[in-house]
């Protein structure tokens, strides 16, 4: 017995391409370092005054085989004062399934919406318009499940769909039972050499909404980045992205056109069939040199607060103005202004944040 099974051991170290050994020893590490300063309190924000720790990453990437590949991804945040620690990715995903299939399982971000699937460093603004903060938590990961396929079509076709716990989205996941579950579309190409455009929508059922309100009246001072401040049963996102760039040429010149409207409903057991949540937002970037982009961004939110059996609104309009100076495609200097007016919420206000984001070692490409 002992005989054949290390003759077994033996062989499959034989067969086993070399590449295998080298990715198990060598994974790529990476790390973002996000700072900033604020010039005061706004309102749904994660980011409080003065200077503070941003979304700080360390990552960890490496093919497992010639099937598999796996992530780690831990964040450092500082949050009213006390700095915290988060696993926010550690899945493993298939990289040679037939027919465009793709399975990923265990914590990792939800492709719902647009951005939601992107780090939060790739974004060209301080922080996540107001409509995902409120109802997204600003970024939503999850424990969980996902399945994409890849359409055979002449142009990009996705759809997938995920399921998860549900715990990171409310505060009360059930180990026993899917919590939220996704599903999703996306449509895209190229209009020319210079134009490309990307349109998607997508589906949130969120079992666990509402379970948590039994009267009392919700702080909404400072939103954390983990857990959304309001959540309805369903949200539907669309989103619509455009860009343009001169021959195709990114490094110089690029044009980005986005928005996206978000819609969530059946809050809770009290709510009416007109009791709703919806935000939205607009972006316009503009890398006018290899080293410089400008951009603009407004947004609305109007969602409505539980208290027992009845509601009281809120609305929140939000304008965000910027400038970055990115040295390397590692480096980036952010100045932005956001206004904001509206009713309901706490701390609205004008504010100034100067902002680094800094990346040393292995760093992929971004999404579209």
């Not at 909404?220 to 857990?227: E, R």
């Not at 044009?255 to 709703?276: F, P, V």
């Not at 200097?333 to 609205?348: K, N, V």
């Not at 504010?351 to 760093?363: E, I, K, P, R």
Request: hydrophobic share 35%; proline share 3%; no cysteine.
């Amino acid at each position: 017995m002992k005989s054949r099974m290390y003759q077994a051991i033996a062989m499959s170290a034989v067969l086993m391409p070399p590449a295998v050994h080298s990715v198990e020893l060598n994974p790529d590490i990476s790390v973002v370092l996000d700072g900033y300063y604020k010039s005061g309190h706004s309102a749904l924000s994660s980011r409080d005054e003065g200077f503070g720790l941003g979304h700080t990453e360390l990552s960890l990437y490496s093919p497992v085989d010639d099937l598999f590949e796996a992530r780690l991804t831990a964040v450092l945040e500082e949050h009213d004062g006390e700095t915290e620690l988060g696993l926010e990715e550690a899945f493993m995903q298939t990289t040679a399934l037939p027919l465009g299939l793709n399975i990923r399982a265990g914590r990792f971000l939800s492709q719902v919406g647009y951005l939601n699937s992107r780090h939060l460093h790739e974004d060209d603004f301080v922080e996540r318009p107001a409509a995902y903060r409120a109802l997204l938590g600003s970024h939503y990961f999850d424990d969980g499940l996902r399945v994409n396929l890849l359409m055979p079509t002449p142009f990009y076709w996705s759809v997938g769909a995920e399921a998860f716990d549900g715990g990171q989205l409310t505060g009360e996941g059930d180990d026993s039972t899917v919590g939220v579950w996704t599903a999703n579309t996306r449509i895209g190409g190229d209009i020319s050499t210079s134009q490309s455009w990307q349109a998607g929508f997508s589906w949130l059922r969120n079992r666990l909404a509402g379970h948590d309100d039994h009267g009392e009246e919700h702080d909404h001072d400072h939103a954390h980045a983990h857990g959304a401040e309001y959540t309805g049963k369903n949200l539907y996102v669309t989103d619509l992205v455009w860009k343009w760039s001169p021959g195709g040429n990114t490094r110089q010149r690029l044009l980005t056109l986005s928005g996206e409207y978000l819609y969530a409903d059946e809050l809770n057991d009290h709510a009416l069939n007109g009791d709703t949540h919806e935000g939205w937002y607009a972006s316009a970037v503009y890398q006018f040199a290899p080293q410089w982009s400008a951009g603009l961004r407004y947004g609305e939110i109007d969602v409505l607060d539980a208290h027992g059996d009845h509601f009281h609104g809120q609305r929140l309009e939000e304008t965000d103005v910027m400038l970055s100076w990115n040295h390397s495609h590692f480096s980036t200097l952010r100045l932005q202004y956001t206004h904001q007016e509206g009713h309901g919420f706490d701390h609205i206000d004008n504010t100034v944040t100067l902002q680094y984001v800094m990346t040393f070692g292995a760093h992929g490409a971004h999404d579209f």
